[in-house]
Structures are given as structure tokens and as C-alpha cells.
């Protein structure tokens, strides 16, 4: 992005603000080539007024009100979230209903991946072996099993990529039949089925805790013609002394080890992959650069017969009326305002709003509130018509565009669609995060190129080009698509180069006793 051009982005004709594009923001004093003169200085990705405004007069972004003046605001002034009041979030009441859906009738033939097929049906990028555990205390005790089976077991597995723990504080000390308690339940069980863990499951219980084998896998939970869970109970009477646990997590594992190591990639259509697309760190040009080309990659995997998941209720509250209007039907429509309405409640029961959303790096980036990032958000989704609704917990079991509710918070979203079966995850962040998730591939894409190129071995795709007029929208949302395509093939992301990994966090709204 030129420092030497001063350059603005209005993303609509209507929109009386615009973000500065220029590295390093821009002093008062800049003129535009239309007589435009900034009246103070205005730092990169902040907007700026391009008419006077009243007080309480409408601040338009994207189309849409993003805020209301505090008071007058002058033709060139720095537009912050110290001169703006939040609009109400819309009404649930009233919202247009399939209006705008519009459903993808070229379908995109002949991409495939090199994926591992399961008896399931569905598919893995990656061949990974996993443990699960039905409660915290036994963390300790998987960890040290971890390390001694990637020294001395993984080595005689080559097919097998990696030995994962997935590790939470679940379990125990909580109302585990209060309403709220499923979702944990069902998430950490449906974590234990992603398809990049093949048909094998290994859980690890100590014997005591509220939520035993038999409840996280009752009758019915395993698919017919999969293999059955297999558990290591750390208070059985066999085990006398620390070794001794250790020894039956050994010899199980190695059992696993056995049955992955007979995977292979082989050909599967594009129409196989279940990707999740997610922002985080969000900047200003989110919503210009990086999200809106995740979305025109996302038009193209619908159209290839893929799953496509976006998430983050409060990044998306604000815009439910564009999203009902591009409900495939009713049902599909009142399906998002219940999950709308639940949150709003949830919130309201801890005491705040959705305004809890933006972070201090969210508004440095330019971004003044929840409802001019949510509409910079909800462009990751693409155009096409919304063909189904995941509650927080559930996996997947259709094809399309999926609106999966989760919380916005980086890492339960991400947990909970790895949990509704994701293969692929794309991360888009403006003020840079080096997220990453041990068993899922994590393609990080920058909105700048000033962060792409001073993250260069955590970045794995620069949008800023979109900003720069090096490249259009298109041009780097098909390279995305090609990317999602090689790295569900194998080839790997710059934080699976580092072995970067967050935890896994799971949503509890029930209470914790």
C-alpha cells in the first residue's frame, strides 16, 4: 500500500465515511485528487468523513448505519468510536425471509483433494491420531503418554501424521443435567469423531467423574460400521502405580496406530471438504480485503458440492436481516433467530450486550463498534443462499452453506467446528494472530500486506493486494480456493510448520458447581 498516493476505500455510493488506505495512516493537511482535506490526521484503516455531519446525523458504512455523531463532525475529520453512538441491535421481529437467496446453479466440476475416506463417509486432510478424555484430571497423566508415544511408537508409523490429546476442563464439578450441560457433552464427543481422526477413538477416564465413557458415547452415539470407542480407566484395579497407567495407554494406542497406519490419501471431489472460515484480530480492512475474498472462495466450494461453515453470533447480530433474507427457507430463517435469541439472552444474563464484542486491537484497527465489524464480517459467507443451521455442539450432516452459531471467541469457535466435523479451517486477521489447531489445517490469511510481509512465516495468504489494486477480490479468493484444495492434500500451513496450536475451549453456559 503506497505511502506516497493518499488513497481512500468508500465500499458504498451511499457511505458518507471511507478508511484511509496508506501505510502509517495520514497527516492533516493530505489532499485527495476530489478536494478532499484531512482536518487532522487520520491513522491507516480509520475513517474518515466525507461530508459534514450533524450531530446525531447517520455515520453509513458498508450501506448500513454504523453509528450516530456525538456531535458536528466536519468534511475531512477522523470518524473514531469516540464521536459515534451505537445503534440498537435490530429487532428479531419482522425480518425479510429468503428475499435475497439465491442459489448456486453452476456447479464447479473436476477439483478434487487427496484426502483419507472413512467408513462414515466423510473425509480427512490430515491422519492424526487422537485421545480423548471424559475430564480434566487425567491430563496430566495423557500428556506424559503423549510424549512417550510420539518417541517411541510414532517413528514405526509413517502414515500416521501426529498424536493429539484433546484436552479440556470438562468433566466434573459441574451441574452436568442442568440445561446448557449438553453442549459441552455433545462437543466433546463429536470432537472425538472429526474425520481427520480416522474411525478411531481412544478415550482416556479416571472413574469417578460426572460424565463417564458410557455418557459421552451412550447406545446409538458411534455409526453403525465404525469402530467402537476404546476407554483406558486410570482407577481400574489393575493399574498399581503411575507406570502402570502408562503402560495401558501405551499398548492401546499402539492399537490405533496400527489401524490409521493403513490409511491412505486417495482421490476425493471438492464436494468432500467441510471448511470453517473465521476471523480474529480483525482490522478495518477485514471487510475489504481478506473476508471478502474467504467469501468469494466460499461461493466457489458451495458450487463444488462442499460444506461451508461462518459462525460468531455477535459478529453477525447485527446483520440478521441480511441473513434471513437469504434463508433457503422459512424454517432455515427462524432457525438463525432462535439461535439470535438465545445469545441475546445468554448475554443478557451475564450482564452485558453484544458491544462486548470489539477488542482494544479491533478498534485500533479502525474499527469503531460490533456493528461496523459485523458487516465486515459477514462477507466471509459468500452470496449464496443459507441452506442450513447448526446449534453450538451439533456436527454436520449436510452439504452447502452453514450457518453454525457459535461464540465469537477465537478459540470456541474454532473448537465447535472442529466438532461439527470441519476438515479445513480458514482464519482471517487484520492485526495478525498466530492461531493454529493441532488436528485440523489452519490456512491464515492477512487483510494488509504490511502484515503479511512482517509475519511472513505465520501468514499463509496476503489479501492486502486487494487494497493496493494488485489483485482483485476474485483473483485471491480463487487462490485461496486452490490452496484450501493443496493443503487438504497434505501440504502444510505455516502453523503446522511451527507446530502452533491453541487450546481447545469449550462452550459451558451451564453452571460450575
Known amino acids: 500500500m503506497s505511502t506516497h498516493v493518499p488513497r481512500i476505500i468508500r465500499m458504498q455510493a451511499s457511505d458518507n ?22 482536518v487532522e490526521g487520520v491513522p491507516q484503516g480509520h475513517k474518515v468523513a466525507l461530508q459534514d455531519l ?3 446525523e447517520a455515520v453509513v458504512r458498508y450501506g448500513v448505519i454504523i453509528g450516530y455523531a456525538n456531535g458536528p463532525i466536519a468534511r475531512g475529520s477522523w470518524v473514531s468510536e469516540r464521536v459515534l453512538t451505537m445503534p440498537a441491535a435490530r429487532s428479531l421481529d419482522d425480518l425479510p425471509i429468503g428475499t435475497r437467496a439465491v442459489f448456486a446453479t453452476e456447479p464447479l466440476e473436476g477439483y478434487t483433494f487427496q484426502g483419507y475416506r472413512n467408513k462414515d463417509g466423510s473425509v480427512g486432510t490430515r491422519n492424526i491420531m487422537a485421545i480423548t478424555s471424559t475430564v480434566q484430571c487425567v491430563s496430566g497423566v495423557i500428556d506424559y503418554a503423549v510424549k512417550r508415544i510420539k518417541d517411541e511408537l510414532l517413528p514405526r508409523y509413517p502414515n500416521v501424521e501426529d498424536v493429539v490429546a484433546l484436552e479440556h476442563v470438562y468433566g466434573c464439578g459441574v451441574a452436568i443435567d442442568a440445561p446448557g450441560a449438553e453442549i459441552p457433552i455433545k462437543t466433546i464427543r463429536n470432537l472425538s469423531r472429526n474425520p481427520n481422526f480416522g474411525d478411531s477413538v481412544m478415550v482416556v477416564s479416571l472413574g469417578c467423574e460426572k460424565l463417564p465413557p458410557a455418557r459421552l458415547f451412550p447406545a446409538g452415539a458411534i455409526p453403525i460400521g465404525t469402530n467402537a470407542p476404546s476407554v483406558v480407566t ?29 490409511r491412505q490419501r486417495v482421490s476425493c471431489p471438492a464436494s468432500d471438504l467441510v471448511v470453517g472460515v473465521q476471523c480474529g484480530g480483525s482490522d478495518a480492512f477485514s471487510g475489504v480485503t481478506a473476508n471478502p475474498a474467504v467469501g468469494y472462495a466460499t461461493d466457489l466450494l458451495v458450487r463444488a458440492g462442499a460444506a461451508v461453515m461462518f459462525s460468531e453470533v455477535t459478529e453477525v447480530r447485527d446483520g440478521i436481516d441480511q441473513l434471513t433474507a437469504r434463508a433457503a427457507t422459512p424454517e432455515i430463517a427462524q432457525a438463525m433467530v432462535r439461535e439470535m ?9 451475564g450482564g452485558v450486550d453484544r458491544s462486548a464484542n470489539t477488542t482494544p486491537g479491533n478498534k485500533k484497527g479502525g474499527l469503531s463498534n460490533i456493528v461496523e465489524k459485523a458487516m465486515g464480517s459477514i462477507v466471509k459467507s459468500g452470496t449464496t443462499a443459507i441452506t442450513g443451521v447448526l446449534s453450538p455442539g451439533d456436527k454436520l450432516q449436510q452439504k ?29 486477521t487484520g492485526r495478525g494472530t498466530p492461531y493454529g489447531l493441532a488436528a485440523v489445517p489452519v490456512i491464515k490469511v492477512a487483510t494488509r500486506t504490511e502484515l503479511a510481509n512482517r509475519w511472513h512465516d505465520l501468514m499463509d495468504l496476503d ?3 486487494i487494497a493496493s489494486g494488485e489483485a482483485s477480490i476474485e483473483d485471491v479468493g480463487f487462490e485461496l480456493f486452490q490452496m484450501i484444495l493443496d493443503v487438504a492434500s497434505g501440504r502444510k500451513t505455516w502453523a503446522e510448520h511451527w507446530k502452533l496450536h491453541n487450546a481447545l475451549a469449550l462452550f459451558n453456559p451451564a453452571p460450575v458447581t
Open 463 to 465: 489479501a492486502g493486494r
Open 54 to 56: 450533524a450531530a446525531g
Open 400 to 428: 452447502g452453506l452453514i450457518y453454525a452459531a457459535t461464540p465469537a471467541s477465537d478459540f470456541i469457535c474454532g473448537t465447535l467446528q472442529m466438532a461439527a466435523g470441519m476438515n479445513v479451517h480458514i482464519f482471517t
Open 17 to 38: 465515511v471511507a478508511i484511509v488506505v496508506n501505510d502509517g495512516g495520514l497527516p492533516a493537511g493530505t489532499v485527495f485528487p476530489d478536494g478532499l482535506t484531512l
Open 341 to 349: 435469541q438465545w445469545y441475546d439472552d445468554y448475554l443478557v444474563r
Open 234 to 262: 486410570l482407577q481400574d484395579q489393575q493399574h498399581v502405580g503411575f507406570m502402570s497407567m502408562i503402560d495401558s495407554l501405551m499398548t492401546t494406542a499402539e492399537k490405533h496406530l496400527q489401524e490409521l497406519n493403513a
